[in-house]
C-alpha cells in the first residue's frame, strides 16, 4: 500500500488525514502542536467567553478516532525533491510515496511586532490578550487598537475578519459591565477600504457598525512602526494605544523557502487547480501553503482549506488505482463566513456575481458558537460530517 505523509495538523492538514483514511490509505500526520486548534471560534478568548482548552482538539483523540497515524515533532526542513522531511528531533521521513503539504503560512513582519498581539497568532498570544484586557477592565479604562495588515504581493493572504469580530465582542464585553464610555476603541488599516473582498454593500454596512458603537477607524496609511504605548503612521499619526492587536498578512512559509518547490512572489507553493506541483510527483500543497488562484477578491479561508484537502485525498486514491479523474477547488472559491459581534452576528457570502452581508441579531451569535461545537465533534467523529462544511 502506498504512504502518504501529510505536514500539518491545521484545517487543510487534519481534514487531508481524515479524508485520506476514508480512501483506506495508509496515512501519517506530522504536527508541531499535539492539538487541532479552531481558530474561527478563538475570537471569543479575549473576553472570557471561552478558553484555549474549549477551542482545542486533542489530535491524538482524532487520529485514534479515524486511524492515521500521528507524529508530534515540528518540521525543520523538507527536501521536495528527495521527498525527505527532517524533524526536530532529527528523526527523518523519506519512505512516503505522496506528501500533502499542509504547513500554513508564516506571518509578515512589522518593525515593533512585539508590542503587538494577533488573535491568528500562537494560541498563546489569545490568552495574553484575555490577560492584558483584563488588566484594562480593573484599571476601569484604556485605549485599544485593533487592526489587520496586507501583503502587497499577495491579496488572499489577509486575515481581516477576525479582527472585526474580536473588535465588536469587545466592545459589547465592555458595554455590558457598563464601562464601555471608559474607553476609547480604534480600529486600523492601511488599506483605502479594509474588507471591501466582502462587497460595496458589506463596506457600508461596516461603516455603520463603527458609527453605532462609536469605535474609531484610521485607514488608508501605511503602518510605520508599533511602540509600546502604540502605533505611528506614515502620515505622522499616532494611535496612543495600551493594547493593540494586529493581524498581520500571510506569506510564505520558511520552511518550504528552502524546499526547492515552485514559489510565488509571496512565498506559496505554486499549484495547479488539483493542487498538484508541476515536475514534483506525489507531492501536493493545500490550505494556506498554497497559492491560491483566483479572482482578486478570493480569500485563504477554513472551508476553501478544506475542500482542497477532501480533493487531493480523492486525486491521490483515484491515481493510485490508475484512474482518470481529478476534483478540482476552482469552482468552490467563495467567501463565506459568519461574523460575529458578541450580541448577534453578520452572513458574509462573496462569489463572482457580488457579496452580502446579512444581519442577524442574536441568533447569528449562538450559530457561530453552534457551529464551534460541531466542528469539535464532527472531527472527532461523534456526529457526522453535513455536506459543505
Known amino acids: 500500500m502506498s504512504k502518504i505523509l501529510v505536514l500539518g495538523g491545521g484545517f487543510a492538514g487534519v481534514e487531508a488525514a481524515i479524508y485520506l483514511r476514508k480512501q483506506e490509505l495508509d496515512v ?8 487541532f486548534y479552531i481558530y474561527p471560534t478563538s475570537i471569543w478568548i479575549p473576553t472570557g467567553e471561552v478558553t484555549k482548552e474549549d477551542v482545542s482538539v486533542p489530535l491524538d483523540k482524532i487520529a485514534f478516532k479515524h486511524g492515521f497515524k500521528l507524529i508530534i515533532d515540528p518540521v525543520v526542513s523538507f527536501e521536495a525533491k528527495e521527498k525527505r522531511v527532517t524533524l526536530e528531533s532529527g528523526r527523518v521521513l523519506d519512505d512516503y510515496a505522496y506528501i500533502v503539504v499542509a504547513l500554513g503560512q508564516d506571518k509578515m513582519k512589522h518593525k515593533g511586532m512585539e508590542h503587538t498581539l494577533s488573535i491568528c497568532g500562537k494560541p498563546e498570544e489569545a490568552e495574553e490578550l484575555y490577560k492584558r484586557l483584563d488588566a484594562l477592565v480593573l484599571k476601569d479604562s484604556g485605549k485599544i487598537a485593533m487592526g489587520f495588515g496586507g501583503n502587497p504581493k499577495d491579496s488572499s493572504a489577509v486575515r481581516g475578519g477576525p479582527a472585526f ?3 465588536f465582542n469587545v ?12 474607553f476609547e476603541l480604534t480600529f486600523f488599516a492601511p488599506m483605502e477600504k479594509p474588507g471591501q473582498k466582502m462587497g460595496d454593500k458589506a463596506l457600508v454596512m461596516m461603516d455603520k457598525m ?17 511602540i509600546e504605548d502604540g502605533i505611528l503612521f506614515e502620515d505622522g499619526e499616532k494611535i496612543v494605544s495600551d493594547l493593540t492587536m494586529f493581524i498581520s498578512a500571510g506569506t510564505g512559509h520558511s520552511i518550504l523557502a528552502e524546499s526547492g518547490l515552485p ?39 477554513g472551508h ?5 484537502a477532501k480533493n487531493t485525498a480523492y486525486n491521490i486514491a483515484m491515481k493510485i488505482q490508475n484512474i482518470d479523474s481529478k476534483y478540482s477547488y476552482e469552482e468552490h472559491l467563495n467567501i463565506l463566513c459568519v ?8 452572513f458574509v457570502y462573496r462569489d463572482n456575481k457580488g457579496g452580502k452581508m446579512i444581519p442577524m441579531p442574536i441568533i447569528g451569535h449562538w450559530m457561530k458558537k453552534g457551529w464551534g461545537w460541531y466542528c469539535r465533534n464532527s472531527k472527532l467523529g461523534k456526529i457526522p460530517r453535513i455536506p459543505g462544511m
Do not use: C
Request: no cysteine; glycine share 10%.
Open 165 to 167: 469580530e474580536v473588535l
Open 263 to 301: 514559489l510565488s512572489a509571496a512565498g506559496f507553493v505554486v499549484t495547479n487547480k488539483y493542487n498538484e506541483i508541476e515536475g514534483f510527483e506525489g507531492i501536493y500543497a493545500i490550505g494556506d501553503s498554497a497559492s491560491l488562484m483566483g479572482p482578486e477578491w478570493r480569500a485563504k479561508q
Open 28 to 35: 501519517t500526520l506530522v504536527s508541531e502542536r499535539d492539538y
Open 210 to 226: 463603527f458609527g453605532m458603537t462609536n469605535i474609531k477607524k484610521k485607514v488608508g496609511t501605511k503602518i510605520t512602526e508599533f
Open 304 to 308: 476553501v482549506a478544506e475542500v482542497m
Open 339 to 346: 461574523m460575529d459581534t458578541g450580541n448577534g452576528a453578520a
Open 171 to 182: 466592545h459589547n464585553f465592555l458595554k455590558n459591565k457598563g464601562i464601555r464610555e471608559n
